[in-house]
């Protein structure tokens, strides 16, 4: 964890929330004086935070924690919306959540 990177996404995602410095830290039950100590990357939340934090910003522990703030709009997993391919050339099978189009290779010694 890094934490100017992990400060600069806590910023972006607060802002992008539309909550003040203040708004966060009382959601969380901290003071504002930590969380502008996280967004300036002087220190990093406490780790019994991170599951609070990442539920108010609306984004996963891991990707708060590495910084990486792609939101995924897909929040569920389906196994009978799963489709199957499977590569005509190597038998390898291909899962994906909705139609693919599978092309394959041929290399030539």
């Given at each position: ?65 590495s910084g ?15 489709k199957f ?25």
């Amino acid at each position: 964890m890094d934490t100017y990177i992990t400060g600069a996404a806590i910023k972006r995602l607060r802002e992008n929330k539309n909550l003040t410095q203040s708004d966060l830290a009382q959601k969380i039950g901290v003071s504002s004086k930590a969380v502008s100590k996280w967004e300036t990357g002087k220190d990093l939340p406490d780790i019994s935070l991170i599951e609070p934090l990442s539920k108010v910003l609306g984004v996963s522990v891991m990707k708060l924690m590495s910084g990486d703030t792609v939101i995924n709009k897909n929040i569920s997993s389906n196994v009978l919306r799963s489709k199957f391919y499977v590569c005509p050339v190597c038998g390898n099978v291909i899962r994906a959540m909705g139609d693919a189009v599978i092309m394959t290779m041929l290399m030539s010694k």
